[in-house]
């Protein structure tokens, strides 16, 4: 599939944020029929210590309309005060400017090592080369810009006929570690629970604004929000859906349109979502944890969450260990009033534990042989109502530790 | 110190459950004056998935008054239904009979692997073995029997004056993985939240029950209830005091002698906490995160308690590195709403971070160094209030996970 979506012109490039060359920064440039301003509905990070460019972009996605996106990787420009707030600011106008657009219709996100302070001079003197390299297909180089200890870009891109007519998303994403993403969107700040991922996806759908928020928050809650690998949140996450309005037709504003735009946001950003989990710092494998039969979506989220996060049930995943007891273990500590007695478990079609009673050393060893698959669900059931969710994880690792016990050194 | 407390005889011996002739049993056989039962304060985990012999444990130990103790390793008897509650009954009334009290009068403890069937024919056969080596001076034998995966038996003695009469107390505690205690008092079952760790504590103290519990509370709140190894909690944890009534002069029953009586507890506990959080699995270091300056007890627990178990935070220490930013970032998604900007951060005597500020390289390299030691203490003020509290945590190391990785195999 091509990766190329009428309106959009993106680029990649190098300004000095990592060592050796590599990729750090880049550009997309939007725009909508007649050179109206694109559409954008995003997500941000629910953290308290929320970066400076989640802030700035926050702020700016509320008003709905955006001609561009600057993003580096290298450097988070998070927990850096009000130096950091205006390099984040210097950051958009620059990229704004050589896009010819204004300073307010440009959006920012950044990704690496928090605290150390931006350098935002080498991102000003390496604009006006991506602006000039600006092109609709250059979709893998943007990709390729946003990476951290990702071993691969990661993309996908779909189409679906909406109402009668063609529309197009290409999406692209990273993230490794420090994976729980607890995003809200822009018109709603949040609460606060939970990583960075970055994902951009855009599209040449014309949809209200409305409609564009309520199918970015239905798709983000059952994707990027859906995984963890290490259950740290992070200071940065955020999803940004931009769209130009290219495709032909009526808007779309609500009905079977909104649902199958939803519909065609969550294909795209659930690919997304399994990518960073299965490319999760030293994982081998991702798993699916399964809760149903809860009395809410809430109370089925925090305990598949509790599970998903436990180091124990990590690791014994790791060792291909159906140590079906430390799953139990986690679920009766999430904080919800569950009867290990009534629980169920299985992994894959096994059958671990039913109602209290262990199902014996050969139903361990059917589970054994599933655990050696690359990926497979955990399935526990509560018996408690009707309400089910799934939260991906991976396994806990040598691996992981080694990559980030070496960090910055 | 002689690890000998009037009243209290012990035994520890093998009887099958553990490989290679490893103790894999222990007895307390108490008595007070006069061949009066021995007073019993307990704590227990909060978990829904608490093991049998916590359930029957927590029965009787409401009830203040015990004769005898038994304890296994190599198996948890959790998650086993019925059956297992049947078992942990069995194993206390054969314990009862062997010291020549009532069933009703022997308390129980399990910790092993969690869901296997307990082999109480095993242990039955093995109790009058170790009835018949009951000794005062076998306190080391019953330290041994209760290992798990940790290296070495955790055992701590003291004495002090109290209402100018000496009271003794000697302790022996084990746990190393799935350590983050949340207990509560035999009284008041609780709400759950958070370990494999048993202590037991006996003391020759005249102590009313209420005095006992009191003291007791206090003392598990600052210890056991402060440390994690790795966030997961236990379905087995309980701490036991054991109170022979052995030591004379007037019973403590309030005041300044209840209040001794805790720092007596609170020092043994102390002692014993301490050391299962530097044998963790894996971990090479002790670190103690105190959160000050919250607006709550509750608050700074939450936060503390939120960077005691990242991941990213234990492998950054484990690294020696002072990566600040994601003790902020683990701070800032702990669910109280603090400002990064107003936070202060320092590890050992190097503030690293003040009030939204990073303090340079230099400040980096001096924390570098600090972090080299065994032990030492990052604190973060929040400038929210007058509150603190302390968790004790360790590093995140890739023997963690091997450890874990290859738990039964």
Redesign the interface.
């Known amino acids: 599939m091509k990766l190329q979506v009428p309106g959009f012109r993106f680029a990649g490039g190098h300004a000095g944020l990592k060592r050796g060359g590599a990729f750090d920064l880049g550009l997309i440039a939007c725009e909508g029929p007649d050179g109206a301003p694109a559409r954008v509905a995003a997500t941000f990070t629910?953290?308290?210590?929320a970066a400076a460019p989640v802030i700035v972009s926050r702020e700016r996605a509320a008003g709905g309309l955006c001609r561009g996106l600057v993003v580096n990787s290298g450097n988070?420009n998070?927990?850096?005060?009000?130096k950091g707030m205006a390099d984040a600011k210097a950051m958009t106008a620059a990229a704004a400017r050589v896009i010819g657009a204004s300073g307010e219709e440009g959006l920012v996100a950044s990704t690496g090592?928090?605290?150390?302070?931006l350098p935002v001079d080498r991102i000003r003197r390496a604009l006006p080369g991506l602006a000039d390299g600006l092109g609709a297909d250059r979709f893998t180089d943007l990709a390729r810009a946003i990476l951290t200890t990702d071993t691969a870009e990661k993309i996908a891109a779909a189409e679906a006929r909406i109402g009668g007519r063609r529309v197009r998303v290409v999406g692209a994403a990273k993230g490794a570690?420090?994976i729980m993403p607890?995003m809200t969107l822009a018109a709603r700040p949040g609460r606060?629970?939970?990583a960075t991922m970055l994902a951009f996806l855009c599209t040449d759908a014309r949809a209200s604004l409305q409609a564009l928020r309520r199918a970015t928050r239905g798709a983000v809650d059952a994707t990027f929000n859906a995984i963890t690998v290490?259950?740290?949140?992070?200071?940065n996450d955020s999803v940004f859906v931009l769209a130009s309005g290219h495709a032909s037709g009526p808007e779309i504003h609500g009905g079977a349109e909104a649902a199958a735009l939803e519909r065609l946001l969550r294909r795209i950003m659930g690919e997304l979502a399994q990518a960073i989990v299965a490319d999760g710092e030293g994982a081998t494998c991702v798993v699916e944890v399964r809760v149903e039969g809860a009395a809410s979506v809430a109370e089925a989220d925090r305990v598949a969450r509790r599970v998903a996060n436990?180091?124990?049930v990590k690791?014994?995943i790791?060792?291909r260990?159906p140590?079906?007891?430390?799953i139990?273990?986690?679920?009766?500590?999430a904080?919800?009033?569950?009867?290990?007695?009534r629980m169920d478990l299985s992994i894959g079609k096994v059958a671990l534990?039913r109602?209290?009673?262990?199902r014996g050393a050969d139903a361990e060893k059917a589970a054994h042989a599933v655990m050696r698959e690359p990926a497979y669900p955990i399935r526990l059931h509560l018996h408690r109502g009707e309400a089910a969710r799934s939260v991906w994880t991976c396994d806990?690792?040598?691996e992981?530790?080694?990559i980030?016990?070496?960090?910055?050194?």
Chains 1, 2 share one sequence.
């Open positions: 629910a953290s308290r210590a988070a998070a927990c850096t005060g009000p090592v928090i605290g150390a302070p570690g420090m607890d606060g629970r939970h290490d259950g740290d949140t992070s200071t436990s180091p124990l690791t014994a790791h060792g260990d140590n079906w007891g430390r139990v273990a986690a679920a009766a500590t904080g919800v009033p569950v009867d290990p007695d534990y109602r209290g009673r262990w806990l690792s040598a992981y530790v080694r980030n016990a070496d960090y910055r050194s």
